[in-house]
């Protein structure tokens, strides 16, 4: 398994560590605690991902989608 760090998850998707942490403690984020650390699996982080998607259909209804003319 490959286990990650949030500051390596944070470096990849380029936002605070602090955000991935957050999401550990509130258990958004599926994690593992090594004393006061936290690991991800990387499978995890995938699964977490997809669930953060948000449906095309979803975008189009907020106007989150450029129409092309």
């Known amino acids: 398994m490959d286990y990650l760090t949030?500051?390596?998850?944070a470096?990849?998707?380029?936002?605070?560590?602090?955000?991935?942490?957050?999401?550990?403690?509130?258990?958004?984020?599926?994690?593992?605690?090594?004393?006061r650390q936290y690991r991800i699996v990387r499978s995890d982080l995938v699964d977490f991902m997809k669930q953060m998607e948000v449906p095309e259909a979803q975008k189009k209804a907020n106007g989150?989608?450029?129409f092309a003319n």
């Open 6 to 9: 949030p500051d390596e998850i």
């Open 11 to 35: 470096a990849e998707l380029r936002i605070a560590s602090e955000t991935v942490r957050r999401w550990c403690r509130t258990g958004q984020l599926k994690s593992l605690r090594v004393g």
């Open 64 to 66: 989150l989608v450029a």
